[in-house]
């Protein structure tokens, strides 16, 4: 995609959605942080039914501490991996009681010294609590990033240095929400729907797949 393309693609995006959010539900920075954190490998709707549950009874640091990991576990029993990601909740809630007197840390080194935190889910919440210009590549941003030709690169670091080095400053704020987005609705990972794609003008992908049904692109 060329650098004149950019501007078009995000300012299209941008028209469609002014206002990209989360799917993930949540009421506070840590509930933010708890959601993205149990997201890994599994869909945002089944992290929300889970938490659903738990965040009435337990939405802080200390009170999932008095609920204790037995009950946390049971809790996530219906989400991917739900006994690793207990644990690491139950770790990082027990640091930032003890580190950060119940707050979740605004910076990057703080947010990826937590158990089960890496680099895209400190990014989500840099961006999403506390409007930070981040890039959290998923898997769907990678895809998008690289069949676009918008961000091409080998691996999701080398995707989001390039996202943060094309994106222009005006669209930067929910340039990952619009990618995302368009990477679980529209190009998808098996057959990107190109017939109703609002970017496809700017986009790199050869060749344009046709609506089911159409005899050409």
């Known amino acids: 995609m060329k650098q004149a393309d950019v501007t078009p693609f995000f300012a299209t995006l941008q ?30 709707a089944g992290v929300n039914k889970a938490t659903r549950r738990l965040f009435p009874r337990a939405g802080t640091p200390q009170a999932i501490l008095d609920l204790g990991l037995p009950a946390l576990e049971d809790a996530l029993r219906t989400i991917g991996l739900y006994r690793t990601k207990a644990k690491n909740l139950y770790a990082t809630c027990r ?18 010294a937590l158990p089960g935190v890496g680099r895209k889910t400190a990014n989500v919440v840099l961006n999403v609590a506390f409007g930070e210009p981040t890039m959290a590549v998923d898997t769907h941003i990678f895809r998008v990033s690289n069949r676009t030709g918008l961000a091409p690169g080998k691996d999701p670091l080398q995707v989001e240095m390039r996202l943060l080095d094309r994106v222009p400053p005006a669209y930067l704020a929910d340039a990952h929400h619009w990618l995302i987005l368009h990477g679980r609705y529209v190009c998808v990972a098996r057959l990107p729907q190109c017939w109703r794609c609002a970017v496809r003008s700017w986009c790199d992908y050869r060749p344009k797949t046709p609506a089911p049904g159409a005899s050409g692109a």
């Open 15 to 44: 028209a469609a959605n002014p206002s990209p959010q989360t799917e993930l539900e949540y009421t506070s920075v840590f509930e933010l942080l708890a959601a993205v954190l149990l997201s890994a490998q599994a869909t945002d």
């Open 95 to 112: 640091i930032l009681v003890e580190q950060h007197g119940g707050q979740v840390p605004r910076t990057r080194e703080a947010l990826e």
